[in-house]
């Protein structure tokens, strides 16, 4: 490559990188990873994600099996906020290349272009609970990707349990995570079980473990400030170089700022208040008193951050107090971020109008871009606190940057340990009062600045320093006998390993996501389901919390949150609570797993965790998190729904409902609107043109009632000439038919819509399987080694063969059996599927087909009996398109859908130039694919021992891909074949 690092990151940020940036592209540029970036805090290290990207171009032209630079980077740290950080960062970089003209930065786009075969030289994604926020990295596997993600998240998915999605969808995400990928692990000393279990995935990817594996790089790299001790030098960067590396004005002036930190013991008191809570809001103000901007509060409790920012919030008026937990939905956290970033980050800051008191948990330790002007901790754990004190003068200051370390004597005396920190916080309080020093008015004082603790901690024993450092669990040993359980997805094997354990070492804690709608009435549950299924759950909208607490708050028995914010900590009060109230009764909500696997709930034991639940909003969020977001809509401002849909790039959708729009009926032509929209059988025409009375409003004097906020508008405009959908509870629901651009989130529920053409328009057969055969060879000739791309691409044109069955054909034609006979050729998709569950299994039942009844099975029959399938001696490629066939909608891993079909119809068609007959004699020949004598289990052990566990999983995710990628490549070419 012509560019440099230096060139490219001078182009990149404007600036030149630091000697250490420069080094290790130096080295990844060709040849892998190492295992350990030993760097301190404020060192600039998620410039790794530039240097992923760099050495990836570098390497664009290799042959797969020479290249060592992964074309997926995940960068994974155990903070939900600092994940949206790092892909804002990451967004921003994508963004640059994509429009580049000239320069490094064109030279690198371009390679990153031909290693994907697509117009966009670098997607970006973001993993951080409940479903996927996605910019396209999960829909084309050549391309090139970073991607943002809690250690549940990916952990999950590499063990083919993704939190949050339907496990149909678990093995494309196993085989992406699994293949191509490099795992930077953010602050690996948050996460040293999760850490093991990638050094297990990275011995059973050997060769010792498949007969064949794929060539893909995979690889991991720890990224920490307190990397473990005792690892080999040549293992760790940068080594012995580390003077030379850190050898920067820029990073001198970082590292050797002081940070003078005053210990103060707090006793109880007389009242039953917090003295911490006391100290800490009291502090801020003396803070802010002197003259400091942006004052930072840390502690170790939700309850403790809320209790100080109420405090705040009662002692004074003349500052703003920012409440900042990982309890917050995405949409509301990018709506506080957004209004205070431009304040706190740390490179060029806004000077802020009144003083700022961020009141924050573990949320902010890690990779957050922001700064303050002083600092109040809880005492925690050594390595804690040494990461909170990386946000105090984070690009360094010409003056000592102030700040307090907080304890109280009840959790110095306490006889059980801390729940979080364990007995280390405890031992770093005795060991910071033996380091500290008195200044001038007889205070406790230690330097917390980088150099300055570093120097310290060097002088501490590896016994001493482990018992300073928050307690790390080890992660069960992973045996292939779990991996043989965890790869069975379809249905999932019974019992199966707890996931969990494998990422955290701890049992626990299963969350759970829980999105709030205004639309669902209290009174009566049985349209939940309906309501929901036409406007299925988006990312945004989601809040992450503890499946225990969950569970207490639905049976109206919350309690104080004296949890943490980091994600894997044991919830132990809850689990204890729900011990009591496991199958006890809760309020009722709906457990969404796609439109036809979802339910009405009220027995706690009902909700799993991974699960995504949806409630009413009446039911609140107190006691879950913190909502922030003046744009929601509904009575208690609590629904995302609109939002969050067109936040990921989906076609506008509006609900004309009374509940969610209640906070505007004021305005009279949206009420009119509501009130037409609720009538019997409204017309287009009367709708469309009580829309545009709505959009021509506008207020005559002061008094007169104000229209709806400019956004929404914006969203009606869009939606009013699309799909009209009646509202289960009233009124309609408006679907705009623009096309969603080419990165929004892929529904991960979308083998549910198989049926549906995102064109609009009928896709025939022939067309649709040609497609995807087309963008399988393009996948397969980036992807695959070339004896494989043959088999991938057959098995794309027979993936839906089935759907020629005559009544899967009337289902496409919405139980028109005219229809279905005088249509000139057989079609794949349908514009006029309907999205209502209840409507859809009526045309089911009309038609005649039976429950469970899968298309792709029928296919896989299709295909064996009339496809030029590929010859050997093993006849193991053959096995290879069948099974990729079959499993082309998550099933037959390693069993098919139970299903009774005793009188099939006979099948007629020309695929391919391929004329196929099968009578209802013949198909009742072969043993039906659900049975255990079909061959379909055989065929995937068969498969699994060949190609390894996710390397079979990878060349499944292949042909899902092409399939979805076909669809979405009809609408952005307007239906041209």
């Known amino acids: 490559m012509n560019c440099s690092f230096a060139e490219f990151s001078q182009a990149l940020w404007g600036h030149e990188p630091f000697p250490w940036q420069i080094m290790l592209a130096e080295i990844v540029a060709r040849e892998p990873w190492p295992a350990v970036v030993d760097l301190p805090t404020a060192s600039g290290k998620t410039a790794c994600i530039d240097i992923a990207v760099y050495a990836l171009a570098a390497q664009a032209h290799y042959p797969l099996e020479k290249r060592s630079a992964p074309r997926r980077i995940w960068l994974v740290v155990d903070r939900r906020i600092v994940v949206d950080e790092a892909f804002r960062r990451a967004s921003e970089l994508a963004d640059k290349l994509a429009r580049a003209e000239d320069g490094p930065l064109k030279e690198v786009a371009d390679r990153l272009r031909d290693l994907s075969g697509t117009g966009r030289p670098l997607s970006v994604g973001r993993l951080r609970g409940g479903t996927l926020r996605d910019d396209g990295w999960a829909r084309i596997p050549s391309q090139p990707a970073v991607i943002t993600s809690t250690v549940d998240q990916v952990g999950s998915r590499l063990l083919f349990r993704g939190y949050g999605h339907s496990l149909l969808s678990a093995p494309i995400f196993a085989g992406l995570a699994a293949n191509d990928s490099l795992i930077i692990l953010d602050e690996a000393h948050c996460a040293v079980p999760f850490m093991q279990t990638l050094q297990a995935i990275r011995t059973y990817r050997a060769p010792a473990w498949a007969e064949e594996p794929l060539p893909s790089p995979f690889g991991f790299v720890l990224m920490s400030a307190t990397p473990p001790r005792g690892l080999p030098s040549e293992s760790v960067f940068p080594g012995l170089e580390r003077e030379r590396a850190l ?37 801020a103000e003396r803070f802010v008193g002197e003259g400091r901007r942006r004052v930072a509060i840390m502690v170790n409790r939700v309850r403790t951050a809320r209790e100080v920012a109420a405090k705040l919030q009662d002692m004074s008026q003349d500052r703003d107090v920012v409440l900042l937990t990982g309890r917050i939905r995405p949409l509301d956290r990018d709506a506080l971020v957004e209004k205070w970033i431009s304040y706190l980050k740390a490179n060029s800051p806004r000077e802020p109008e009144r003083p700022i008191v961020v009141v924050a948990t573990q949320c902010l330790e890690v990779g957050a871009d922001f700064s303050f002007d002083a600092l109040i901790t809880e005492c925690a754990s050594l390595d804690a606190l040494r990461q ?25 005396d306490a006889k059980q340990p801390d729940p979080i920190y364990g007995r280390s916080l405890v031992d770093t309080w005795k060991w910071l009062q033996s380091e500290a020093t008195s200044d001038l008015e007889g205070r406790l004082v230690v330097d917390m600045g980088v150099e300055a ?16 450092l928050a307690p790390r669990s080890d992660a069960p040993v992973l045996l292939p006998a779990h991996l043989d359980l965890l790869c069975q997805t379809a249905p999932a094997a019974h019992p199966e390993p707890d996931v969990s354990l494998y990422l955290h070492g701890q049992p626990g804690p299963p969350e759970v996501s829980v999105v709030w709608r205004s639309d669902l009435p209290t009174t009566d549950t049985r349209q939940w389901l309906e309501i929901v299924a036409l406007c299925p759950p988006v990312s945004g909208e989601m809040l992450q919390a503890s499946l225990w607490r969950v569970r207490s708050w639905l049976a109206e028995a919350a309690t104080v949150d004296e949890s943490g914010d980091v994600e894997g900590l044991q919830d132990r009060e809850g689990l204890e609570e729900n011990r009591e109230r496991f199958g006890k009764r809760i309020r009722p909500c709906v457990v969404w797993r796609g439109r036809e696997r979802s339910s009405v709930v009220v027995e706690a034991a009902e909700i799993l965790p991974g699960d995504v639940i949806v409630v009413p909003a009446a039911y609140g969020i107190e006691w879950l998190g913190q909502a922030s977001n003046g744009r929601a809509l509904g009575r208690e401002g609590l629904d995302l729904f609109e939002l969050a849909r067109v936040a990921v790039g989906q076609s506008a959708v509006v609900r004309l409902n009374e509940a969610v729009l209640t906070h505007w009926l004021d305005c009279p032509p949206l009420r009119n609107l509501v009130e037409l929209a609720a009538a019997p059988a409204p017309l287009r025409k009367e709708i469309q043109d009580a829309i545009q009375e709505v959009l021509d409003y506008h207020r005559r004097d002061e008094e007169s009632p104000p229209p709806p906020p400019e956004w929404w508008l914006q969203l009606l405009d869009a939606a009013r000439d699309g799909k009209m959908v009646e509202h289960p509870a009233g009124g309609l629901i408006l679907v705009a038919r623009t096309p969603r651009r080419s990165g929004a989130e892929p529904d991960l529920f979308a083998d549910d819509d198989d049926l549906a053409s995102a064109a609009h328009r009928v896709v025939a057969l022939e067309e649709h399987s040609h497609l995807v055969r087309r963008a399988a060879e393009k996948i397969a000739k980036r992807c695959l080694p070339v004896h494989l791309q043959d088999a991938l691409a057959l098995a794309a044109l027979w993936h839906d063969a089935g759907k020629l069955d005559p009544r899967f054909q009337v289902l496409l034609h919405q139980g028109d059996e005219v229809a279905a006979a005088g249509a000139p050729v057989p079609i794949a998709k349908s514009p006029t599927v309907p999205t209502s569950p209840s409507q859809r299994r009526a045309i089911r039942e009309a ?37 990729l066939v079959a499993s082309h909608h998550g099933h037959a891993r390693p069993f098919a859908p139970v299903v009774a079909d005793p009188s099939p119809p006979p099948v007629s068609g020309v695929l391919a130039g391929v004329e196929i007959r099968l009578s209802p004699e013949a198909r009742l020949e072969s043993p039906p694919a659900c049975r255990v004598d079909s061959g379909i289990p055989e065929r995937f052990w068969r498969l699994t021992r060949r190609y390894g566990w996710w390397g079979l999983a990878y060349l499944e995710a292949l042909l899902r891909l092409a399939d979805w990628y076909a669809s979405n490549f009809v609408v952005r070419e307007g239906g041209a074949s």
């Open 247 to 283: 050898d920067h004005p820029v990073l001198h002036r970082r590292l050797r700022t002081s940070k003078p930190a005053e210990l103060v013991f707090l006793e109880p008191r007389q009242v039953d208040a917090d003295p911490l809570v006391i100290e800490a809001a009291q502090r």
């Open 388 to 412: 909170r004190f990386g946000r105090l003068a984070r690009l360094g200051s010409d003056e000592p940057a102030v700040g307090a370390i907080l304890v109280r004597r009840a959790d110095i």
């Open 453 to 468: 603790l570093e120097r310290r901690i060097q002088s501490v024993s590896a016994e001493d320093l482990a018992s300073l």
């Open 847 to 883: 038609t005649g087909l039976p429950e469970n009844f899968r298309h792709e099975m029928l296919s896989m029959d299709l295909a064996q009996r009339f496809a030029a399938l590929p010859s050997g001696p093993s006849g193991i490629l053959a096995d290879l398109v069948l099974h």
